[in-house]
């Protein structure tokens, strides 16, 4: 059964930083890997989407990259912004476009 | 597009009472997702659709619960008699596949 983990449960930054977040999944047959945010009392929101096939997707001050053999998926969030203050989901997609999503991370971005 | 519409936004409602969320995917999107948010278990995919047809629904929890997709447009997630462990907030997505998902705004579901 596929397994997902986000390290850390949480994070506060000072804005300006450069931050990572980890994910982590047990079996490494996956169609894709997607990355969501989530606001307070809101919907989710997709950040990217990596192909099994593709090593990483940048989109803006996000930059996401998959290593499928190891399991493991990392989100790089650039010069961070109070705007970034939310809860990010990783998820993977298995053969039959089911998503298992992970814990999330929340971050908050201190002014 | 407007997105994946759910309905209501909110609903509080009584132990034993039967409860109906309502969700509208978008047009052309062939595959349609119920999940359910909770703090202590996060996202838990229920039931998902192919072209309105249940194709896997292990993670209903009892009975209680049932889905229907009468048309491509249209999904309703009914729990009847509802339990205040019941409370959550429940998502509707839709994709087209092998693509990102689009989720709703959910429903915030509250038993009492």
């Known amino acids: 059964k596929q397994e997902v983990t986000q390290i850390p449960a949480a994070l506060s930054v000072p804005e300006g930083e450069n931050l990572v977040l980890n994910c982590s999944f047990t079996?490494?047959?996956?169609?894709?890997l997607q990355w969501f945010r989530q606001d307070p009392g809101k919907g989710l929101t997709s950040l990217l989407l990596i192909q099994s096939s593709q090593r990483e997707q940048t989109s803006g001050r996000l930059n996401a990259s998959l290593d499928k053999s190891s399991g493991r998926s990392t989100l790089y969030i650039a010069a961070s912004q109070p705007g970034d203050s939310a809860t990010y989901l990783c998820a993977v997609m298995d053969s039959s476009y089911k998503l298992i999503f992970g814990s999330g991370t929340r971050l908050l971005v201190r002014p | 597009d407007a997105g994946v519409i759910q309905s209501p936004r909110h609903e509080v409602t009584e132990m034993g009472q039967e409860v109906t969320l309502r969700c509208k995917p978008i047009?052309?999107?062939?595959?349609l997702f119920w999940y359910r948010q909770t703090m202590m278990r996060g996202l838990e995919l229920l039931i998902y659709?192919?072209?309105?047809?249940?194709?896997?629904d292990s993670g209903m929890p009892e009975d209680r619960f049932s889905a229907k997709m009468p048309n491509a447009s249209f999904s309703t997630l009914k729990i009847q008699p509802s339990e205040p462990r019941d409370s959550a907030v429940y998502f509707c997505?839709?994709?087209?596949?092998?693509?990102?998902?689009?989720f709703g705004s959910g429903t915030r579901l509250t038993v009492v």
């Open positions: 997505a839709s994709s087209p596949g092998p693509g990102p998902y689009t």
């Open positions: 079996d490494s047959a996956i169609y894709n």
């Open positions: 659709f192919n072209n309105n047809v249940p194709i896997d």
């Open positions: 047009s052309g999107h062939d595959y």
